[in-house]
């Protein structure tokens, strides 16, 4: 347990130092260029859920945030999965949810700063390091999730096949 407290804390303060650095050295120029047309630098205050969607519902969120997070570290401290793969990934959602939160009570905003421009029309979005905490954290439950029930289906399908053989021999 103590490691994915590490994780989630670590994860918080790479996203949090991120924030402050985006603030004060970005915030004056608003955008920097890293890989012209692909990749950018640009400091966006963002007031809505992610991608700065529904901007007047903060509140909502905000109490969404703190279920999911409380939810998240309930079912890690009391249940500890086995499974590295999804400690790791309930770290990762509960560190980027935590980021967030900080922003939103402390500034009510969130600070992004990441922004691939190479294919505006399809992707417009700018992030930050706790929404990708949350993305790849809930892309990698996902893939637990998937992992668990191919083992569990054939756990099932190795009993059954060794009950047929049981009967047959009867």
């Not at 935590?98 to 969130?110: E, F, K, Q, S, T």
Request: with cysteine; charged share 15%; aromatic share 12%.
């Amino acid at each position: 347990m103590l490691l994915w407290i590490l994780m989630i804390v670590a994860l918080v303060v790479v996203d949090q130092v991120s924030k402050l650095m985006v603030h004060y050295l970005l915030a004056p120029v608003g955008s920097v260029d890293v890989i012209p047309n692909v990749f950018r630098f640009t400091y966006v205050e963002n007031r809505g859920a992610a991608f700065g969607m529904f901007s007047e519902h903060r509140w909502v969120f905000m109490v969404i945030s703190v279920v999911a997070i409380l939810a998240l570290l309930i079912y890690l401290w009391k249940f500890r999965p086995d499974s590295a793969l999804a400690c790791a990934a309930m770290s990762m959602i509960i560190a980027g949810g935590i980021g967030n939160m900080i922003d939103r009570v402390a500034l009510g905003y969130v600070i992004d700063f990441l922004d691939f421009c190479a294919f505006p029309t399809l992707w417009m979005w700018v992030f930050n390091v706790a929404d990708v905490c949350v993305c790849v954290g809930g892309g990698l439950l996902v893939l637990w999730l998937i992992i668990s029930m191919v083992a569990d289906y054939k756990k099932e399908k190795a009993a059954k096949a060794q009950q047929s053989e049981e009967n047959k021999t009867e």
